[in-house]
């Protein structure tokens, strides 16, 4: 489990996360928006700051083992993104 350095990779990764929620939440009202895609991007972002963000990630990946794999590399392409990006 890495954590940002700095105070503001750790704004940038929170609003980014929290954000993608938002938008996840919308796509399940508006059909052209895939929300669980925002949803699980933004779990993905939150789970090393919000103690509900892991729980609830540990529970979908429990309840839903078939999906376990893709959770698991959407962890690792993500985090290795925000590598590169300087926020991990």
């Known amino acids: 489990m890495t ?3 700095s105070t503001k990779a750790k704004m940038i990764r ?3 996360g929290y954000g993608f929620l938002i938008l996840g ?3 399940g009202f508006i059909p052209i928006l895939q929300g669980w895609i ?3 991007l933004g ?3 939150l789970k090393d700051h919000a ?3 892991r729980r609830l990630s540990i529970w979908l990946r429990r ?3 078939k999906v376990r794999p ?3 590399k959407a962890f690792q392409k993500i985090d290795e993104w925000l590598r590169k990006a300087g926020l991990s």
């Open 3 to 5: 954590h940002p350095t």
């Open 43 to 45: 779990l993905i972002l």
């Open 51 to 53: 103690v509900w963000a």
């Open 25 to 27: 939440f919308l796509g």
């Open 63 to 65: 309840k839903y083992p």
């Open 38 to 40: 925002f949803i699980a």
């Open 14 to 16: 929170l609003s980014l």
């Open 70 to 72: 893709a959770f698991k």
